[in-house]
């Protein structure tokens, strides 16, 4: 925390100092969510890129110095960080892009871009010493904190959908999180979270409530323009749910900017399933998103599956701001995407992941991205976490096995159907 000034609300815009905040601004209640913010002319003097070159840790925190903890601090034992950057130069043309990269969070330790999160989450539940940690989640944060909790013997206990891909929810069980199915939509699980960690006073790490989750998905952002040389891409796409990647992807851009080390900030491309676009919906008709309710959301990319977009203030900013856009695809859409994605890279995403590949396909049509531009296109989770849509996605493409019985000839005739 050497580094951190103060958190602001990012509704009134009140500071308050270091160790004087907890999760929100008590003034907004669960919608004052806080903005971590640094002292960056102090970490200019102290942390250098030459700094992290010479570093060995590739993991998230070769860049503690800006990220909300202490210096000696206790970290968790499963490596979180350092995804790949894929170069698909080879397809950028397909998109009328000069350059065109994949960051795969994907391989992530628990196969999805929460561990970011999660891990900082750790860190921070044990300096207050918490016995218990908790989290809704459609069921990626749930099994990233699962799996970081149990790296550090952490006890923790998991509300998610009972309709929660049975992958994630597997992942939780073999982690030991005690797993709590909710009967009703993320929303429902979230609400419940809140009001059981307030009354048992568990550490609380939900999305959009604990300040710090946007603090650990900024790491991304740090990642990505390290591994182009300090080189900022002219766009970044990423599907949007709740909002907090995106507003952490934006925090980690402003992070950087802020120092001097990249010299300017992408635009930042939000994808929604049309079944949950809650944030589409605010951006495209100008509303308030303090007042607009939630929306029904109905998707099959389950973890952008958001009725009411807890980080949706931080989310509309990095829009904003960015000059970027919210995209929208439908459900076919992102189903198709899951294949066409995995044959064209070798990347098996779970359907957020995909929607983004679909997203990218609508701005290429629509004429958003530039020739001359360098785009980013994130996967945030790992096709094995939802089988279940994977084969969906098979059927609706008709892509299909041969059976055939354990002999040559019978293979001979089965052959010609393959076209080999
Ligand atoms: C959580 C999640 C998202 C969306 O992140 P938000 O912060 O909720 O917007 C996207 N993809 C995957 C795989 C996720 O788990
Ligand atoms: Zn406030």
């Known amino acids: 925390m050497k580094y951190v000034s103060h958190a602001r609300c990012m509704i009134c815009k009140k500071t308050f100092k270091k160790g004087e905040f907890g999760y929100i601004c008590l003034d907004h209640g669960n919608e004052g969510i806080l903005d971590i913010e640094y002292d960056y002319e102090a970490i200019k003097k102290e942390f250098t890129k030459d700094q992290l070159k010479a570093d060995k840790d590739m993991s998230i925190w070769r860049y503690k110095p ?198 300017k900030i992408p635009h930042l491309y939000g994808i929604q399933a049309q079944g949950s676009s809650y944030m589409y919906q605010a951006w495209k008709n100008n509303e308030n998103i303090i007042t607009k309710p939630a929306v029904k959301a109905k998707t099959i990319a389950d973890s952008i599956s958001a009725g009411l977009p807890r980080a949706r203030i931080k989310a509309l900013d990095a829009v904003k701001s960015t000059h970027g856009a919210f995209i929208t695809v439908t459900d076919e859409q992102i189903l198709k995407a899951i294949p066409n994605l995995a044959k064209r890279t070798g990347v098996f995403a779970e359907p957020a992941g995909a929607a983004t590949w679909a997203g990218l396909k609508k701005a290429a049509r629509n004429g958003i991205l530039k020739s001359h531009e360098t785009v980013v296109v994130i996967n945030t989770g790992s096709g094995l976490k939802d089988i279940n849509a994977a084969m969906k996605a098979a059927e609706l493409t008709r892509l299909q096995c041969v059976t055939v019985e354990p002999s040559l000839d019978k293979f001979k005739q089965v052959a010609s159907e393959l076209n080999l």
């Open 66 to 263: 800006l990220l909300p903890v202490d210096e000696n601090c206790r970290i968790p034992n499963l490596p979180v960080g350092n995804t790949p950057l894929i170069n698909l130069d080879s397809l950028a043309d397909d998109f009328g892009i000069k350059h065109f990269y994949l960051k795969d969070d994907g391989r992530l330790p628990t196969a999805s871009f929460k561990d970011r999160a999660s891990a900082v989450a750790l860190v921070k539940a044990k300096e207050t010493r918490a016995k218990i940690i908790t989290t809704a989640s459609t069921g990626n944060a749930a099994a990233a904190l699962a799996g970081l909790c149990a790296s550090m013997g952490q006890p923790n206990v998991i509300f998610v959908p009972a309709t929660a891909p049975r992958a994630k929810i597997a992942q939780l069980l073999m982690f030991g999180s005690k797993v709590i199915l909710v009967d009703g939509s993320y929303d429902d699980a979230f609400e419940l979270c809140l009001k059981v960690a307030n009354e048992y006073g568990w550490y609380n790490r939900n999305t959009g409530y604990n300040p710090y989750m946007s603090e650990g998905k900024k790491t991304c952002s740090f990642e990505i323009c390290e591994q182009l040389g300090w080189n900022a891409p002219d766009a970044i796409f990423v599907s949007v749910g709740d909002g907090c990647i995106i507003g952490g992807i934006h925090k980690g851009l402003k992070d950087l900017y802020k120092l001097g080390w990249i010299d």
